[in-house]
């Protein structure tokens, strides 16, 4: 268990800047996510940490320790770490016994400790009964738990999670979440999370950092970024919030594109002038008041369904209840609650 400081992480490949002026403090035992979509520089940022890429420039410390530095270059075997990756990256021909024992042999520990150790580990991940199977005998959440054990197996300071379990079905990825929680209450091994997927971001998190093009927008606990998101982008990717780009006039919001009109709700906190519109899709209402659109498609979700409209150039999503309505047909919507963020 150790904290971690990322302080001003700047990173290119040739003049692409990948990472930039990103600061990050995960404390002891804490599971810290980077959420943010394909490209924004989440495995970077990993690999950073864990010592297989150096930064150009920014500070890394592990446990108070400084392991990235001016001057100081922490190789990735002597950081007290354990990594696990998205595809699952075991030996092939080696059991799966052996391919946790790995990281034990290489510090050359002895034969009767190896074995109570990789016993251990393949309990908390519920393999006991598959140690002497080859890897081609096993499905894609057991080789991800092997690859989880094998990352635990040396009690690492630090569990290094990139995009874990992208490559498993939906059954099997709530599965081994619910799993990687359990073993983190267990162990209390501080985690940082890397993934796209804002479910499971808010699934797993005690706090979650939102990446967009290579800087964190906003770290906070998953209600709290839901609730009160700090930025547009946070809004969009985390919750799915509609957002739009207008101006408010008259206690209203008109969209830049097409000048659609949306009265704003009594109380909504904004001064005229350029904004962006943030609105989640359950916040709006499909009534007998409210700005009159063009449906342009309903889909069904189960419990609710979610309209479409073309507005301002993007599709503006209202999820409510299940009506009877047909594409073209022209709805009432109204904003019943949303947030401005002024844009200067
Ligand atoms: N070794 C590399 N050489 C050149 N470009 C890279 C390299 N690694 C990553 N990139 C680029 O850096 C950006 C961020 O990549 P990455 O950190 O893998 O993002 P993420 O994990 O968030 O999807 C991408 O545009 C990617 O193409
Ligand atoms: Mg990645």
């Not at 700047?10 to 403090?25: E, H, N």
């Not at 957002?243 to 005229?272: E, K, S």
């Not at 943030?278 to 409210?290: I, Q």
Request: hydrophobic fraction near 45%; include cysteine.
């Amino acid at each position: 268990m150790a904290s971690i400081a990322l302080g001003g992480l700047f990173k290119s490949y040739g003049a692409t800047p990948v990472v930039r002026g990103l600061s990050l403090d995960v404390r002891e035992g804490e599971l810290v996510s980077l959420l943010g979509p394909s490209g924004c520089g989440k495995t970077t940022t990993l690999r950073m940490l864990a010592g297989l890429e150096h930064p150009d420039s920014g500070v890394i410390r592990i446990g108070g320790e400084t392991v990235t530095g001016p001057g100081v270059r922490v190789p990735p075997e002597r950081r007290g770490l354990g990594m696990v990756f998205q595809s699952y990256a075991v030996w092939p021909h080696r059991s799966v016994e052996e391919n946790v024992a790995y990281p034990l042999t290489l510090r050359r520990l002895a034969k009767a400790e190896v074995a109570s150790r990789v016993k251990e580990a393949l309990r908390w991940v519920r393999l006991e009964a598959l140690a002497t199977r080859r890897p081609h005998e096993l499905s894609g959440g057991q080789l991800q738990r092997v690859a989880l054990a094998r990352a635990l197996v040396a009690s690492p300071r630090v569990l290094l999670l990139d995009e874990p379990l992208s490559n498993l079905d939906a059954a099997l990825r709530e599965e081994l979440r619910a799993e990687i929680a359990a073993l983190r209450a267990r162990l209390g091994t501080t985690m940082v999370f890397v993934t796209h997927d804002q479910g499971e971001a808010l699934a797993l998190s005690d706090r979650i950092a939102v990446m967009n093009q290579g800087v964190i927008e906003q770290v906070d606990a998953p209600e709290r970024l839901y609730r009160e998101p700090a930025t547009p982008f946070v809004a969009g990717f985390v919750g799915g919030a509609n957002v739009l780009v207008g101006q408010v006039r008259d206690g209203a919001f008109h969209t830049a594109q097409g000048d659609t009109r949306f009265p704003l709700p009594p109380g909504t906190a904004a001064p005229d002038g350029p904004c962006t519109l943030v609105v989640r899709p359950e916040d709006l209402e499909l009534g007998a008041e409210g700005t009159p659109l063009p449906l342009s498609a309903r889909l069904f979700l189960g419990h609710a369904a979610e309209y479409r409209f073309p507005v301002g150039g993007t599709l503006l999503r209202v999820v409510g209840p299940p009506r009877e309505v047909r594409a073209g047909e022209v709805l009432p919507v109204r904003i019943a609650k949303a947030k401005l963020f002024a844009t200067g």
